[in-house]
Each structure stands twice: as structure tokens, then as C-alpha cells.
């Protein structure tokens, strides 16, 4: 069953890995997230309400509009520096002078 999103005031529908939208320019920013994937409806509607949420915007629910919650961050700054020197982090970190 397709879902539907509203973004910037503008709707989308996401149906069998499938992005649609009247605007270009969101129907871009949402294939770039698209998850060929999410093929049964409970996929669907999980992916909807990521897409949703990375970009603010609201899920069509049989109670109506909700707002999706931003998701989770994918990368945290303790992924790349230990807890006690998050000063260490980053690419560069290796050319910085030890003690």
C-alpha cells in the first residue's frame, strides 16, 4: 500500500521502492534516500517516516497527518575519538604533535 508524505508543503508518495512527487527538486532529495528494498507495506511505512523525519516533514496516518520524529544520528563523534580526548577526533588527528 503506498504512503504518502508531505514535505515543504509538497506530497509524495512512496510505493514499492519508489519515490513520486509533482516537485523535482523533492522527488531528488527523497530518491537519493530511497530504499529499493522496502517492498512489503510495513517497509514502506518505515522508510516513509525516515524520509519524513530527515526532512521535517509529516506521514499520512488513518488519524490523519502525523509529524515523524527526527531519526537517530548514524555516525557519533564517540565512533571516531575516546570519550576522555573528543579533541583527538577527525582525519587529521594524526599529524597533531604528541606529548
Request: glycine residues 8%; proline residues 6%.
Amino acid at each position: 500500500m503506498p504512503v504518502r508524505i508531505r514535505i515543504y508543503g509538497q506530497e509524495a508518495t512512496f510505493s514499492q521502492g519508489c519515490w513520486t512527487c509533482a516537485d523535482d527538486s523533492l522527488q531528488a532529495m527523497l530518491e537519493a534516500l530511497a530504499d529499493p528494498r522496502a517492498l512489503s507495506a510495513e517497509q514502506e511505512l518505515a522508510h516513509a517516516w525516515y524520509a519524513a523525519g530527515r526532512f521535517g516533514g509529516l506521514v499520512a496516518t488513518e488519524q490523519g497527518w502525523e509529524v515523524a520524529p527526527h531519526p537517530e544520528a548514524e555516525i557519533h563523534m564517540a565512533d571516531f575519538a575516546p570519550a576522555q580526548q573528543p579533541e583527538r577526533a577527525g582525519w587529521l588527528s594524526f599529524l597533531r604533535k604528541r606529548r
